[in-house]
T-cell receptor, first 114, second 115 residues
Framework: DAGVTQSPTHLIKTRGQQVTLRCSPK?????VSWYQQALGQGPQFIFQ???????QRGNFPDRFSGHQFPNYSSELNVNALLLGDSALYLC?????????????FGEGSRLTVL | AQKITQTQPGMFVQEKEAVTLDCTYD???????LFWYKQPSSGEMIFLIY??????QNATEGRYSLNFQKARKSANLVISASQLGDSAMYFC????????????FGTGTRLQVFP
């Protein structure tokens, strides 16, 4: 049983470009959340999706947007990249938001902005 | 406002010994969940253990146990019989009640296990 899978694992972009990161939740999970983890810090919540809608959002600008597909997979899009967007982006999935402790993360996508 | 505090930036433990990683939290919500994750240098956030605020007993998962002291608002992770592979960053996180998977993370503790 595959867990949470993310792609790509590493990527390099330049300032001003746009990036799309992808996440497939664990089988049986319908809720996906995205986190940004800067070097040396704990992850910060970006937003959460279920039923193909953004349900909750953290303190991130509109340059960060997302999407959830009918098969529950999700994308994170970041426009007009800044140097400060360099981070590890983690996707987490659960069988239902706020339900119990089954909240698992993927291996992350490491974004470097030059 | 909800907050997680991990006061130990780094910890050392000898192989086969037990170690306790500290975590305190602050919330006004009576319903919440507490998580511990392990993050090796590869970056993956590996789930270790979960404790719900209404759970009567401390959570245990193999060598991991959570020392939950509700009145003190602490949720310390105890790793028994440490192994070299336990060397990693450890994060404590909290999720408040409601229909949310928003976790608030602490700053983490780097654990190093030596032979």
């Amino acid at each position: 049983d595959a867990g949470v899978t993310q792609s790509p694992t590493h990527l390099i972009k330049t300032r001003g470009q746009q990036v799309t990161l992808r996440c497939s939740p664990k089988s049986g999970h319908d809720t996906v959340s995205w986190y940004q983890q800067a070097l040396g810090q704990g992850p910060q919540f970006i937003f959460q999706y279920y039923e193909e809608e953004e349900r909750q959002r953290g303190n991130f600008p509109d340059r960060f947007s997302g999407h959830q597909f009918p098969n529950y997979s999700s994308e994170l899009n970041v426009n007009a990249l800044l140097l400060g967007d360099s981070a590890l982006y983690l996707c987490a999935s659960s069988p239902g938001a706020g339900v119990g402790g089954e909240l698992f993360f993927g291996e992350g996508s490491r974004l470097t902005v030059l | 406002a909800q907050k997680i505090t991990q006061t130990q930036p780094g910890m050392f433990v000898q192989e086969k010994e037990a170690v306790t990683l500290d975590c305190t939290y602050d919330t006004s919500d009576p319903s919440y969940g507490l998580f511990w994750y392990k993050q090796p240098s590869s970056g993956e956030m590996i789930f270790l253990i979960y404790q719900g605020s209404y759970d009567q007993q401390n959570a245990t998962e193999g060598r991991y146990s959570l020392n939950f002291q509700k009145a003190r608002k602490s949720a310390n992770l105890v790793i028994s019989a440490s192994q070299l592979g336990d060397s990693a960053m450890y994060f404590c996180a909290m999720r408040e009640g409601g229909v949310t998977d928003k976790l608030i993370f602490g700053t983490g503790t780097r654990l190093q296990v030596f032979p």
